[in-house]
């Protein structure tokens, strides 16, 4: 298996992946029963040396589903009946969580409303309040 190139500069060595195959299941006939066309790729990104903490970190809070017993991210691929074209499926999708993994989140800074937005959500609550009032029954 060759190397993942995530981005520009970014590359994931092919000592840090591993995958085996499997039998799909699903429609398909024999190529079912006869072909191991799943693919189990798996990332060993505790380990991987070209990662920097606070990616690692990121990546763990992104793909806290897909980790193993052993912290390794597991990414299944059976969309195709082809063994090498899931294989790569599975690692592009890799390669666009760790791409997601990769980029920073900007703080988010908080902002005080607007005067107008204030006037404008509390004239929405009293229109509604006020036709909720006249559903209510009429007594006489």
């Not at 902002?111 to 509390?122: A, D, E, H, I, V």
């Amino acid at each position: 298996m060759e190397d993942l190139v995530v981005g520009p500069g970014k590359v994931i060595p092919a000592s840090c992946l591993s995958w085996t195959a499997a039998r799909a299941s699903g429609p398909g006939g024999q190529n079912v029963n006869k072909v191991a066309s799943k693919v189990d790729l798996r990332f060993d990104f505790e380990h991987c040396a070209s990662l920097q903490d606070e990616t690692k970190a990121r990546i763990r809070a992104f793909a806290a589903n897909k980790l193993d017993a052993e912290g390794r991210i597991v990414v299944v691929s059976q969309a195709t009946r082809d063994q090498s074209r899931n294989l790569e499926d599975a690692r592009e999708r890799l390669a666009a969580l760790v791409r997601a993994a990769l980029e920073r989140q900007r703080p988010r800074r908080a902002t005080k409303p607007t005067r107008s937005s204030t006037r404008r959500r509390l004239d929405e609550k009293r229109k509604a309040s006020a036709k909720k009032t006249d559903r209510r029954r009429v007594d006489d």
